[in-house]
């Protein structure tokens, strides 16, 4: 069983910085695309931004130039730097991931696994 784990959140003003941090464990052959999602209260849940396992990136538009998205293999652990944040990011972001997990005989097991999210507060 394969698991995620968002943390890093918390409250800050309108400026200020926060890096988020999603580590995954478990019997993990091989960690394909992760993804960051956000859910503000009373919205969809929003892709903010993605990387490939070698490292490509997307961002959604509303956060582009602001929030960088990284990843460490080694660590199966993926984080996301959130500068000049604003009000409107405030939200609970979530850690999304696609893995390649291997099971109780060796063989492998495919999932895409949801963290349980970290909330984020950004005052004005």
């Known amino acids: 069983q394969v698991q995620l784990v968002e943390s890093g959140g918390g409250m800050v003003q309108s400026g200020g910085s926060l890096r988020l941090s999603c580590a995954a464990s478990?019997?993990?052959?091989?960690?394909?695309?992760m993804n960051w999602y956000r859910q503000a209260p009373g919205k969809e849940r929003e892709l903010v931004a993605t990387?490939?396992?070698?490292?490509?990136?997307n961002y959604a538009w509303s956060v582009k130039g602001r929030f960088t998205v990284s990843r460490d293999n080694a660590k199966h652990t993926m984080y996301l730097f959130m500068n000049s944040l604003k009000p409107e990011d405030t939200a609970v972001y979530y850690c999304n991931a696609n893995i390649l997990a291997l099971g109780p005989y060796e063989e492998y097991i495919a999932s895409k696994s949801w963290g349980q999210g970290t909330q984020v507060t950004v005052s004005s």
């Open positions: 478990g019997r993990i052959f091989r960690i394909d695309e």
């Open positions: 990387i490939t396992s070698d490292g490509a990136t």
